[in-house]
């Protein structure tokens, strides 16, 4: 074997083996997009939360933070398409059951659980009354628990 076959044959051995580990090492897009969401409904519902309890903040911000998880949760099922999951995820990190696809009609009808309850939430919102507020805050975060508990997987 030439010193040009050996150079070809490692050359081949090198990028095989840096699409490997490239292909390990890559996230699943619909996976990252579904969390991003997720991290985004999380973060807006954190904030009203410490709004809720006395932090800073405004009746009107947890308008602006209700209509923008109304948002993500009209989404939510348009973001599980790919049926990636605990137990098929291989290197992709997700916590999404596989009882999202199996019972699909109960997920997708709580994201709809969770836009209504924050459509009513902001509503709620507008008013100004804190303790309202308080009360469907709590109703909109009932809906987050009825989802997680089944259709999540715990870290």
């Known amino acids: 074997m030439g010193v040009k076959s050996m150079r070809k044959g490692m050359f081949v051995v090198a990028a095989a083996a840096a699409a490997l580990f ?51 949760a009209a989404m939510i099922g348009g973001k ?24 699909w009609d109960e997920f997708v009808k709580a994201g709809t659980d969770l836009e209504t309850a924050a459509k009513a939430l902001e509503t709620t919102a507008a008013g100004g009354d804190m303790a309202a507020i308080g009360a469907a805050f709590g109703a909109m975060t009932k809906t987050c628990g009825a989802c997680h508990t089944p259709f999540r997987v715990k870290k």
């Open 80 to 103: 599980f398409g790919d049926q990636v999951h605990v137990e098929n995820a291989g290197d992709v990190k997700t916590t999404a059951s596989p009882a999202i696809w199996m019972k």
């Open 22 to 72: 490239a292909g390990a090492a890559m996230a699943n897009p619909g996976v990252e997009a579904r969390q991003e969401l997720m991290k985004s409904i999380g973060g807006n519902t954190k904030a009203i939360g410490g709004i809720v309890k006395g932090g800073p903040g405004e009746a009107s911000e947890v308008a602006t933070r209700a209509a923008a998880i109304a948002a993500s």
